[in-house]
């Protein structure tokens, strides 16, 4: 029996400008055919068979008729297969001849539409494609055309609408050239947009008359868009004008981080991954097995609150056997988590640090407390305690790091700034929002001095934070 082809457009490049339905099949299907213009977020978790066949420009890895002997002997093997191509299948892609060999072999086959680079790469950017008042056309391009006289540069260069070129960075001499020799006004207005919609998004504006030079001197290299027109001299980006920031932490941090940053608009990416390992050892057997000798049960993280809940469900322990303690928690995000499970803790400081949360604990705990916490936890939460048992029940190392480039970088622990720095450095022009002061100390034993720390220790902290410093750009702007 026959599969089945879904001819699948990924978007501009961004990992979350892409349909639903299309994410809908990728999760089902059998063999992913992808390029290099489609993000590997969309396929590099999928339990299914990938196939590269990435065209990068001067470097055709893998014929266009190869290509679709593959997609077509996968789908007579009776797999479903999702031909994962950048933007949309059919602007000035090779969907429709791979359609045709489809169709030969009468394969069944559907198309799911992608959002095309031409106009969200533009737009992401704050150049709207048209604009009532000023362009009332629009002309998509190749630019990547071997044959001249398939362009109309003099039709072309008529038209007073925006003219937007794909893959034309290569030719732009040409291109240039050809446009003015046919009468383009030499001062129009022209955009580079490089990787358009990823954290590595460049902007660049110039006119027509100095856009060769402009490419040379700026070194911009595909992908990337070219606008043209008047439209180029707005600039409709929103106030966060599409500033990236980077990620570091655990996978839960990193997670509502991320979902938090992408509703807001910015562009985020995960330098620093951080993994939880929780420990299995006689020690945490037996405080919990003997848990109602203490007064008090302290928690200082998500993680912590997690791993505590799963070790009573290993130990069965029933929650009832909890009734008569107390939890003490360092902040609102340890609370909130700590409160899913039906337990409301009985104190938090008002300051959320270890160092503030153990000075409160030595005031009110009258018998005997027991913390459990990562291996590493901070000294300063039993520099005032006495009658404590300080238990780690978990670790936390890195998986993963890479240099950051984005605007902003988030530490949400010390353990990120020790993991990030041992083989990355922070460069100038980035700005650093840390998560309470122990994070930030340690930054600043790395030699990190311009440090923005959220006052509330939390995702919604840092949100609140990164609001602060871009009111406080917009109104520098605003005063000029």
Avoid at 253 to 276: H, Q, S
Avoid at 370 to 389: H, M
Wanted: aromatic share 8%; with cysteine.
């Amino acid at each position: 029996m026959k599969g089945k082809v879904y001819l699948v457009g990924a978007g501009p490049g961004a990992n979350d400008l892409i349909s639903l339905r299309a994410l809908n099949i990728l999760g089902k299907c059998d063999t992913v055919v992808y390029d290099r213009l489609a993000s590997e977020d969309f396929y590099k978790d999928l339990d299914c068979e990938k196939i590269d066949v990435g065209k990068k420009v001067g470097h055709h890895s893998v014929k266009q008729n190869e290509i679709n002997e593959i997609i077509v002997q996968k789908a007579l093997e009776g797999k479903t297969v999702v031909r994962l191509k950048g933007g949309d299948p059919f602007i000035f892609g090779r969907g429709g001849e791979e359609v045709i060999a489809l169709q030969e072999h009468n394969i069944p086959y559907e198309v799911i539409p992608g959002i095309t680079s031409a106009i969200s790469v533009p737009e992401l950017a704050g150049i709207p494609p048209t604009h009532r008042k000023i362009s009332q056309d629009l002309h998509i391009v190749t630019g990547h055309t071997a044959e001249e006289e398939n362009v109309n540069y003099k039709a072309l260069a008529q038209e007073k609408g925006t003219l937007v070129f794909l893959m034309g960075v290569g030719n732009i001499e040409k291109i240039a050239n050809r446009l003015m020799e046919f009468g383009k006004d030499e001062n129009t207005p022209v955009a580079f947009i490089e990787k358009g919609s990823t954290p590595d998004e460049r902007i660049t504006k110039t006119t027509l008359k100095n856009a060769y030079a402009t490419v040379v001197e700026e070194n911009v290299k595909p992908p990337a868009i070219i606008v043209m027109g008047e439209v180029v001299s707005l600039d409709f980006r929103g106030t966060i004008h599409n500033k990236s920031v980077a990620i570091t932490g655990t996978d839960s941090f990193r997670k509502r981080l991320k979902t938090a940053l992408d509703k807001r608009g910015y562009v985020t990416n995960e330098v620093c991954k951080l993994d939880v390992s929780a420990y299995e050892n006689s020690t945490i057997k037996n405080v919990l097995a003997n848990i109602s000798a203490y007064e008090w049960v302290v928690l200082t993280s998500r993680n912590g609150v997690d791993i505590f809940i799963e070790n009573m469900k290993k130990y069965s322990m029933d929650m009832r056997s909890l009734y008569n303690l107390k939890f003490a928690v360092i902040g609102k995000g340890t609370y909130d988590r700590l409160a899913d499970y039906g337990i409301y803790a009985n104190y938090t400081p008002e300051k959320y640090t270890a160092e503030e949360l153990g000075k409160g604990l030595s005031t009110i705990a009258k018998g005997r407390i027991l913390i459990l916490r990562a291996e590493k936890g901070s000294p300063e939460l039993t520099t005032n305690l006495v009658d404590y048992d300080d238990v780690p029940i978990y670790d936390i190392k890195c998986s993963y790091c890479t240099q950051a480039t984005e605007d902003y970088i988030v530490f949400g622990s010390s353990s990120g700034v020790e993991s990030y720095t041992s083989s990355n450095t922070i460069d100038d022009r980035t700005k650093i929002i840390a998560i309470g002061n122990i994070t930030a100390n340690k930054l600043k034993e790395k030699g990190y001095c311009n440090i923005y720390i959220a006052k509330e220790y939390s995702v919604n902290g840092i949100l609140k934070e990164l609001e602060i410093i871009e009111n406080a750009e917009n109104e520098k702007i605003k005063s000029k």
